[in-house]
C-alpha cells in the first residue's frame, strides 16, 4: 500500500486550468483517469488526510504510485480526451458498465446493390441502415416476417443469392411472394432499392402516409371489382398494423428522444436506457458497473453518455436525452452531444406529462435490473471466492491468488510444438491477457523440456519489464519535481486535442503507455497442465531467473491430482472442491488455447505448396495463377512469357515463379485413403499440386496420430 504523500505533487506544480489527470500504480498501469475544470483545486481532494475520503477514493489513491496531467483548452476538450483514455487504458477503479451481451439490430444494407434485411451484431458499419437495438433476436424477425408481405426485400445471404442467380431459380421466399427475387431479374435493381428504402421509412416510423395510400388503393381495387387485388391489400395493411403494435405510441408528439434511467446502492448501479423513434419505442438496453469511484448519479449518467454516444453521430444521437439528473456542469456534455449529432440536443430532466410517466417505466425497469443482477452476482462472487480461498489453503498459500497464469504445451507427434498461457483474474477469464509461444529451443516431443523454456521465456520478459521500468532502481516515475509527476503536461505545440493525442500516441504506445504491457505483471500463482515433472521444469525455470515469490502447482489429467515442487504425493481436492472446479477450468482453457493455435499452424503448413517461396507473392496473384493455368503442374511447364499474360505479372515476378517452381520438387500425388485411389492434379476446378500435401492432411486426427 502507497503513502499518497510520497508522490503528491507540490501545489504550484499543478495548473490552475481545465484537464485530464491519471493515476498509475507501481507498474505504470493507468488504474483511474479523471477530467477537471480547475486540475490544482481536483488534485488536492485527493492528497487529504486519508480518513476523510470515502473507502472507494481511499483504495485509488493508495493504490496509486504517481499522478501525471494533460492541459487542454476547454472542458468539452477534456470530456472528449477522458473518454479516449478511458476507452484506451481500460482503468480499474473507473466506472465501467458491463454489458452481458450484445444487442441485435434491425439492419438494411444499403451499401449493396440489392440491399438486404438483416439481424446484426457489433459494431456499426457505413452505408447500413440500423434500428433497433431490440431486446431480443426473435422480435426482429417477426417483425421482418410480417412487413416482407408488403415490403418483399431481399433477406438471403450472399451464398444463396449467388447460387440463385446461378440456377436462375428463387429460394423459396420468392415462390411465395416473400421476396421480390432480384436474383432471378423479377425486379429490377432500382426498384428493389425504392422497396428497400420504403421498408426503412416505414421503420423509421413514417407509417401513416404509407397506410393512407394502401387504404386508398384498397378502395379503389374494390370500386373496379378487383377483388382479389383489394383483398390482398387489405391483408397486407393488416400485417402492417399487427408489426406496428409490437412497438406502441408512448409519446404522442411523435418524438425522437432515449431516455436513461439509473438505479444504485453503495455498489452497484445498473442504467436503463429506452430509444424511441417517431413516438415508438425502437430499442432497449441496459448496463450494470461496480461503483469503484465515490461517484453521484450525474456522473454516472455521464459516464453512460460517453459509452452510449461515444461511437455514434449524425441521426444517430436523437434530439432529445431525456436523464433522471444532470451531470455537474451539463453545459460541456450538451455541447459535446451537440458536436455529435451535428446539430443542436436537449439534455434535459422530464417534469410532467407523458415523458416523465415514460421515465417512470424506465425506473422501474433499471430498479429489476439491478436486483436481478444483485441476484445473480451473490452466487457467483460467492462461489469464486469461495474457489480461490480453497486453492490457498490447499496449497498453503499467504493470499488468495487473485491473478492465474496457466501453461500448457500442444502438439501433433512432435510436430507445430507451441503453448498456450491464458489467465485468470479474481476467477474469471482475461483474454487480453492471453499469449501463444512457439517452441523454438529445440525440434522434436519433449514436454517436460518445452514447459522450462516457456515458463523461461516468459517471466525473462517479465524481469526484462521490471528493469526497464527502474523498478529495481529508483521506481516509477517520469518528472524532475517529485516521483511521479509529470510536469510537461500541456498540449505542447498542438492546438487542438485532437492533434494532442495523435502527437502523443506513438511514444505513449512505446513506453508508458498505461496498458497492460505483454509480461509486465506477474501472477500470484502459476498453473501448469502436467503432473510432477511438468510442475519441476516450471519450478526449476523460475529457480534459475532467481524468482522465489510466485507459487506453481500443477493440474494431472488423469485423476485431477494437484502436484506441488519438491513433494513425493499429490495433494487431492475433494470432487466437489469449487478450488478444484476452478483449476479445470483454468487447465481446460489453456488446452483449448492451445490446440488452438496447434491446429491453426497446422493448417497453414498442409496449404504450403512451392508458390509460398516466391518472395512478394500474396495470395491473390497465386490464386491468379492456379485459376489461369489450372494447377501447379501445369503452371510449372508454362514459359515465362506464358506466365506474363496473368494480370498483375511482370516479367522479373514471372522470371523468378519459373525458377522457384524448377527448384522445388514435384509435389507428391494426392490420395484418397479411403480407397487408395491416386487424385490427378489436372483435373478441372482444383488446384492440385498447390497445397504440396497428400490428401491425408484431411484424415480425422484419430486416424493419424493424437493430439496432446
Known sequence: MADPSSYRPRPGDVPDSPGVYRFRDEHRRVIYVGKAKSLRQRLANYFQDLANLHPRTRTMVTTAASVEWTVV????????????????????????YRDDKSYPYLAVTMNEQFPRVQ??????????????????AWAIRDTVDLLLRVFPVRTCSAGVFKNATRTGRPCLLGYIDKCSAPCVGRITPEDHRELAEEFCDFMAGRTGTYLRRLENQMMEAAEEMEYERAARLRDDIGALKKAMEKNAVVLADATDADLIAVAE???EAAVQIFHVRGGRVRGQRGWVTDKVEDVTTGALVEHALQQLYGEESGDAVPKEVLVPALPEPVEPVQEWLTGRRGANVSLRIPQRGDKKALMETVQRNAQQSLALHKTRRASDLTTRSRALEEIAEALGLDSAPLRIECYDISHLQGDDVVASMVVFEDGLQRKSEYRRFQIKGFAGQDDVRSMHEVISRRFRRYLAEKERTGEWADGPGTGTDGPGVETEGTLGGAETITQAITEALPDTLKDDDGRPRKFAYPPQLVVVD?????????????????????????????????WVPGEDDPVVLPRTSEGLYLLQRVRDEAHRFAITYQRTKRAKRFRAGPLDDVPGLGETRKQALIKHFGSVKKL???????????????????????????????????VNTATGEIIEDEEPGTTGGFSGEPVTAGVPDERRGQET
Open 636 to 670: 510449372r511447364s508454362a514459359t515465362i512469357e506464358q506466365i506474363q499474360e496473368v494480370p498483375g505479372i511482370g516479367r522479373k515476378t514471372a522470371e523468378t515463379i519459373a525458377v522457384a517452381l524448377a527448384q522445388a520438387a514435384p509435389a507428391a500425388p494426392a
Open 119 to 136: 439481424v446484426m451484431r457489433g459494431h456499426k458499419k457505413k452505408g447500413v441502415r440500423y434500428f433497433g437495438p431490440y431486446g431480443h
Open 73 to 96: 483548452s476547454t472542458e468539452v476538450e477534456a470530456l472528449q480526451l477522458e473518454y479516449s483514455w478511458i476507452k484506451e487504458y481500460d482503468p480499474r477503479f473507473n466506472v465501467k
Open 265 to 267: 446502492d453503495e455498489l
Open 530 to 562: 502436467g503432473g510432477q515433472p511438468q510442475v519441476a521444469a516450471a519450478q526449476r525455470a523460475l529457480d534459475e531467473l532467481g524468482i522465489d515469490d510466485i507459487a506453481v502447482c500443477g493440474l494431472a489429467k488423469r485423476l485431477e491430482e494437484v
